[in-house]
């Protein structure tokens, strides 16, 4: 079992930049491929940044790649996604999730939830 806290969500200015975490405890944090995914009340989870287990692959939805940047500290056992540029269509619940077998972009391949950070964007 892995217990997933998401933080570091808030209300910012187009533009403008957060950066998320997401600490997690229990089972052996580097055993595992981590993702980021968001939701919009209404629609579907959708993909937006996953890493390996190392860290040293990624791979970012084409809608934040170049301004998003997914990262990990298995010493810390938490991810991170720096969030720069941020648009008002970037708003929306953020969630992290761990994968033990596989990732990738589809949220079925993850096997563990946070319970989510809102990000609003908006002057």
């Known amino acids: 079992q892995v217990q997933l806290v998401e933080s570091g969500g808030g209300l910012v200015q187009p533009g403008g930049s957060l950066r998320l975490s997401c600490a997690a405890s ?5 055993a595992y491929i981590m993702g980021w995914f968001r939701q919009i ?6 993909f ?8 040293a692959s990624t791979y970012y939805a084409d809608s934040v790649k170049g301004r998003f940047t997914i990262s990990r500290s298995n010493a810390k056992n938490t991810v991170y996604l720096q969030m720069n540029s941020l648009k008002p269509e970037d708003t929306a619940v953020y969630y992290c999730a761990a994968g033990g077998r596989s990732g990738g972009m589809y949220s079925e391949n993850y096997d563990y939830w946070g319970q989510g950070t809102p990000v609003t964007v908006s002057s």
Do not use: D, Y
């Open 48 to 55: 937006v940044a996953t890493i390996s287990r190392s860290g």
């Open 26 to 30: 229990g089972r052996t944090f580097s």
């Open 41 to 46: 009340p209404g629609k579907e989870r959708e």
